[in-house]
């Protein structure tokens, strides 16, 4: 049996897009830059227009036990949040127009969101994450 991950989309218009990310630990072990937001799979905006990227605006979090790395894709992935072991939290970005755009960091970005996770190998090892991202069209 496999790990139980679930990505959720709880909604999307032509300027945000909200993800729900779950993780229940079975009996595989950790994620390794796994994809979580294909920015090319999101609805373009009312002139056509391909989503590019995102920002991230908030983020909320409960980690048991093993920790998250929220990864902007690019040949070297860039680290955009570290999310710890045991822990519970929320973070607001909006008042500084949110993380910078996933399009512009790192070499040959792809504008898309990976995860990689450090620790998970026990049963009741899990996350719940959820992103609010401003989408970005170039």
Known sequence: MANIVTTTKLSENVNEVVF?????????GDESAQLKVD????????NGDACTGVKILECTWVISTMTVQVLAAADTNVIMLHLTENQS???DYRSVG???NTKTLGTNPTGDIKFTTTGLGAAGDSYQIVMRLKKKYS
């Not at 920015?39 to 009312?46: A, G, K, Q, R």
Request: hydrophobic share 35%; no cysteine.
């Open 20 to 28: 729900a990310f779950h993780l229940q630990y079975v009996d595989t």
């Open 39 to 46: 920015v090319s799979t999101l609805e373009p905006n009312s």
């Open 89 to 91: 939290g929320y973070v």
């Open 98 to 100: 949110g993380l910078p």
